[in-house]
């Protein structure tokens, strides 16, 4: 009797940050945790000493994932590091205030960096949002390894992966996904990884509202003043992509968005007209010829021709010829 008070009174004096985190293997056990740890698996993404960079925006998905790695520290066997790390590329002052409090409410304790990326994207008329973009990832790149870090985490889910794959395709006329890691191209030892990759958006949000939490939403200084009630903010090619998805979901087939994500680890290179690797092109003629004559001459040795017609004569009435109508003959 005295043990059930206890726990009772041990749950009672939980803090609202150990709450929080608490759901995470408790209601949210099979949605966002068991996700989270299987992506890590599947994709080898956290080794034996490595040093991450836990990149939080402040949105939903970077703020479950610090959660996420803060409560894998705590229990994981394999040792490493983590940094948390706001890189702040010149928020406004409510938007930094709901990141503060934040990362005080669900104790995570990161590092700010402060730049000056949006007044200098926004001087520019010309793509302020690729400018922005390339900025803000050169200096999480170069903060990083500032902190001694050989990884940086990145908050990009499921959906991400779909609406990319699909834009790439519908935008781009390219089939190329989003990856669970990659190398860095510019900084040496040093990897981006991406652990929500098989988590879904709907359930971080579900999380958010359990949870009664309130991040920001769009943080760039470009289009925090245009008028949310002519709902421009969904005129984005990446909004009007999760819309057609919807669509397809509930128009089409329900395993739409499943067959999307795995059409990106099921691509049969026999069937496509051409493909790059490593920066050289490949057509589906380099070798077409050559593959003719293999194929030719399996038949031959095979003699796959002749049981091929065999087959054919014992499954079908015999072939009647009617020349009726070929004038020319």
Not at 236 to 260: C, D, G, M
């Amino acid at each position: 009797m005295q043990d059930k008070e206890d726990t009772k009174k041990q749950k009672k004096e939980l803090t609202p940050s150990e709450k929080i985190e608490r759901s995470l293997i408790t209601t949210y056990k099979h949605r966002l945790w068991r996700k989270f740890t299987k992506a890590l698996i599947i994709y080898d993404l956290i080794k034996r000493d490595d040093h991450i960079c836990v990149c939080i925006s402040g949105g939903k998905d970077s703020m479950l994932l610090a959660l996420l790695f803060k409560h894998l520290q705590r229990y994981s066997e394999i040792p490493f590091k983590v940094s948390y790390l706001v890189m702040n590329p010149g928020y406004n002052d409510l938007n930094f205030e709901v990141i503060k409090h934040n990362l005080e409410l669900l104790q995570i304790p990161a590092t700010i960096v402060s730049t000056d990326i949006f007044e200098i994207a926004n001087s520019t008329d010309r793509k302020p949002c690729y400018l922005c973009a390339k900025m803000r990832r050169g200096a999480l790149y170069r903060i990083a390894k500032d902190l001694g870090c050989n990884k940086i985490a990145l908050g990009h889910h499921y959906d991400d992966v779909i609406d990319t794959t699909l834009m790439n395709m519908l935008n781009a006329g390219s089939f190329q996904t989003m990856l669970p890691k990659l190398h860095s191209d510019h900084y040496g030892n040093m990897e981006v990884i991406r652990p929500m990759y098989l988590i879904r958006e709907q359930d971080i949000v579900s999380f958010q509202k359990y949870n009664h939490l309130t991040f920001i939403q769009c943080a760039c200084r470009f289009t925090e003043n245009i008028d949310k009630s002519e709902n421009k903010e969904g005129d984005s090619q990446r909004a009007k992509t999760k819309a057609l998805i919807a669509r397809l979901v509930k128009e089409y087939s329900p395993v739409v968005e499943k067959n999307i994500f795995q059409a990106a680890s099921n691509v049969n290179l026999d069937m496509v007209l051409g493909y790059k690797s490593e920066g050289k092109e490949y057509s589906f003629l380099d070798d077409y010829d050559e593959k003719g004559k293999e194929i030719d001459l399996k038949i031959k040795e095979e003699g796959i021709e002749e049981a091929s017609i065999e087959k054919a004569k014992r499954e079908h009435k015999e072939l009647v010829m009617d020349d009726t109508y070929n004038f020319l003959k």
